[in-house]
Nanobody, 121 residues
Framework: VQLVESGGGSVRAGGSLRLSCAAS????????MAWFRQAPGKEREGVAN?????????YADFAKGRFTISQDNATKNTVYLQMNSLKPEDTAMYYC???????????????WGQGTQVTVS
């Protein structure tokens, strides 16, 4: 499984960004797709995840009401993260991940993208 993120960039506080993650390879066994982020000097933290088959979503508290995770329902191989009302504290490298559990623990995700930088000033 290969994951490729795109859509990061620099925005002012209050702005929006939409991240994309394209998955390829044998994705059938990966029941969950998730977005994580990691700021310098901080641990990687979960942002949102989606159950690929049902579309059920889950969000970290800081993401609720501002971020939306979605997927391409035709193939379920592209996942998006719409981020609105961005704050400087959202600045981080954002990673896409694929795994078999609904968890915020990074160790349970088997595949990771290279990350895309989001900077909010």
């Amino acid at each position: 499984v290969q994951l490729v993120e795109s859509g990061g960039g620099s925005v002012r506080a209050g702005g929006s960004l939409r991240l994309s993650c394209a998955a390829s390879g044998n994705t059938d066994t990966q029941r969950y797709m998730a977005w994580f982020r990691q700021a310098p000097g901080k641990e990687r933290e979960g942002v949102a995840n989606i159950h690929r088959a049902s579309g059920v979503t889950r969000y970290a508290d800081f993401a609720k009401g501002r971020f939306t995770i979605s997927q391409d329902n035709a193939t379920k191989n592209t996942v998006y993260l719409q981020m609105n009302s961005l704050k400087p504290e959202d600045t981080a490298m954002y990673y896409c991940a694929a795994g078999t559990r609904c968890t915020w623990e990074p160790r349970w995700y088997n595949y990771w993208g290279q990350g895309t930088q989001v900077t909010v000033s």
